[in-house]
């Protein structure tokens, strides 16, 4: 077939950015076995208590009015963390999730040519975001799993425009220092944007804390991210917001989706910013039954099972001996339980498991003891 204008053939289809082709895309957490059954869903970090009474209730209201486009600004929301957390409320960002805030910070600051620069076992959607924008990813070595700051400085060129770094880590679930995060920033140039993503920090106890929010509000190449979807039990309405300098949330809004935040995900959020009694009763929990798991899991060191420590609701477990990962995961499928098998991501030796219920944890646990020793 020929252009009748041009008399020149079409090419046989669209074809994509060579850089997007590189892509591989992200791959979430099952809810069901590959044969199609329902599963104890311990794969996606998700709260096992659910939402607050409040954020539902206030969801709920909401629903009166879906003619409506939602509040552009999301002025309610703004206010409400801004009141929360002593900040400017001009100066933060939302979007559909902490994902597309991250996806902007490569956007609007880096392209083909550029850098950018994440830890190895880092969230997947860094290297997503970096070859979207067709900049070029830097993977650093872990240390033990864990931030290595020496190693980012050390990555570090003049091509380098943005620095992820999740705090706590997804899927480690490692946690950096508040002097090491300061360190970090200090060795940076001011030109590039240290992304911290915070989107675990609601589990921290208070001596955890990074001291991000404050990075962020007192220089002017820090951006720093949370969403609404781990300790709120939001995951279904996609909240994400972020605080920044104003001179980087202008640029953000550029390129921000329209309308991102819906009108009842607004709603439930100002509702879950303000019922402290189920974030902290989320908390407690975590802190229990991830010390339980964590416990049963290290009761298997002879079997060459081996546990990261974590800040985060979930537990990276290493199969170093006998056992692999892959069958252990397999296994867990069959006994009615999903967990996270990372092989894409350079963990094919380890199992993420969010902590459930104390039915749940208790039952995988169980699960995974009897799989390692064949009882």
């Given at each position: 077939?020929?252009?009748?204008?041009?008399?020149?053939?079409?090419?046989?289809?669209?074809?994509?950015?060579?850089?997007?082709?590189?892509?591989?895309?992200?791959?979430?957490?099952?809810?069901?076995?590959?044969?199609?059954?329902?599963?104890?869903?311990?794969?996606?970090?998700?709260?096992?208590?659910g939402?607050?009474?409040?954020?539902?209730?206030?969801?709920?209201?909401?629903?009166?009015d879906?003619?409506?486009?939602?509040?552009?600004?999301?002025?309610?929301?703004?206010?409400?963390?801004?009141?929360?957390?002593?900040?400017?409320?001009?100066?933060?960002?939302y979007?559909?999730?902490?994902?597309?805030?991250?996806?902007?910070?490569?956007?609007?600051?880096?392209?083909?040519?550029?850098?950018?620069?994440?830890?190895?076992?880092?969230?997947?959607?860094?290297?997503?975001?970096?070859?979207?924008?067709?900049?070029?990813?830097?993977?650093?070595?872990?240390?033990?799993?864990?931030?290595?700051?020496?190693?980012?400085?050390?990555?570090?060129?003049?091509?380098?425009?943005?620095?992820?770094?999740?705090?706590?880590?997804?899927?480690?679930?490692?946690?950096?220092?508040?002097?090491?995060?300061?360190?970090?920033?200090?060795g940076?140039?001011?030109?590039?944007?240290?992304?911290?993503?915070?989107?675990?920090?609601?589990?921290?106890?208070?001596?955890?804390?990074?001291?991000?929010?404050?990075?962020a509000?007192?220089?002017?190449?820090?951006?720093?991210?949370?969403?609404?979807?781990?300790?709120?039990?939001?995951?279904?309405?996609?909240?994400?917001?972020?605080?920044?300098?104003?001179?980087?949330?202008?640029?953000?809004?550029?390129?921000?989706a329209?309308?991102n935040?819906?009108?009842?995900?607004?709603?439930?959020?100002?509702?879950?910013?303000?019922?402290?009694?189920?974030?902290?009763?989320?908390?407690?929990?975590?802190?229990?039954?991830?010390?339980?798991?964590?416990?049963?899991?290290?009761?298997?060191?002879?079997?060459?099972?081996?546990?990261?420590?974590?800040?985060?609701?979930?537990?990276?477990?290493?199969?170093?001996?006998?056992?692999?990962?892959?069958?252990?995961?397999?296994g867990?499928?069959?006994?009615?339980?999903?967990?996270?098998?990372?092989?894409?991501?350079?963990?094919?030796?380890?199992?993420?498991?969010?902590?459930?219920?104390?039915?749940?944890?208790?039952?995988?646990?169980?699960?995974?003891?009897d799989?390692?020793?064949?009882?």
């Amino acid at each position: 077939m020929t252009d009748s204008i041009s008399n020149l053939p079409f090419p046989s289809a669209p074809q994509a950015k060579q850089w997007i082709q590189d892509i591989a895309p992200y791959v979430p957490g099952k809810a069901k076995s590959d044969d199609g059954r329902a599963l104890i869903k311990l794969s996606a970090n998700e709260n096992p208590l659910g939402t607050s009474a409040k954020a539902r209730a206030a969801f709920a209201e909401a629903e009166q009015d879906l003619a409506r486009y939602p509040d552009p600004g999301a002025s309610g929301l703004r206010e409400a963390l801004a009141a929360k957390y002593g900040l400017d409320p001009a100066r933060i960002i939302y979007g559909t999730g902490s994902d597309e805030l991250l996806h902007m910070a490569a956007s609007a600051f880096a392209g083909p040519g550029d850098e950018i620069l994440f830890m190895q076992y880092g969230f997947a959607v860094y290297e997503i975001a970096t070859r979207r924008v067709g900049a070029t990813p830097i993977e650093v070595p872990a240390k033990d799993y864990a931030t290595d700051v020496d190693g980012l400085l050390a990555a570090v060129t003049e091509r380098t425009k943005v620095v992820y770094v999740a705090n706590p880590n997804n899927p480690t679930g490692t946690l950096a220092s508040r002097a090491e995060i300061a360190r970090l920033h200090a060795g940076l140039r001011p030109d590039i944007l240290f992304v911290l993503d915070q989107a675990y920090a609601e589990y921290l106890e208070p001596q955890e804390e990074d001291g991000g929010l404050a990075l962020a509000e007192n220089a002017a190449n820090v951006l720093v991210t949370r969403t609404f979807s781990k300790i709120y039990g939001l995951a279904a309405e996609r909240i994400g917001w972020g605080y920044a300098s104003a001179d980087i949330i202008a640029m953000l809004h550029r390129i921000r989706a329209p309308f991102n935040v819906t009108t009842c995900g607004q709603a439930a959020a100002v509702a879950a910013l303000g019922d402290d009694d189920f974030v902290d009763a989320s908390r407690a929990h975590n802190a229990e039954w991830l010390g339980f798991l964590a416990q049963e899991m290290e009761a298997l060191g002879n079997q060459g099972v081996r546990v990261v420590p974590s800040a985060c609701n979930f537990l990276l477990v290493l199969f170093e001996g006998n056992v692999s990962a892959e069958s252990v995961y397999n296994g867990l499928m069959q006994r009615g339980y999903i967990v996270r098998w990372l092989p894409g991501q350079g963990l094919g030796q380890g199992l993420r498991i969010t902590i459930g219920t104390e039915e749940e944890t208790r039952g995988v646990a169980a699960a995974i003891r009897d799989l390692v020793t064949g009882g």
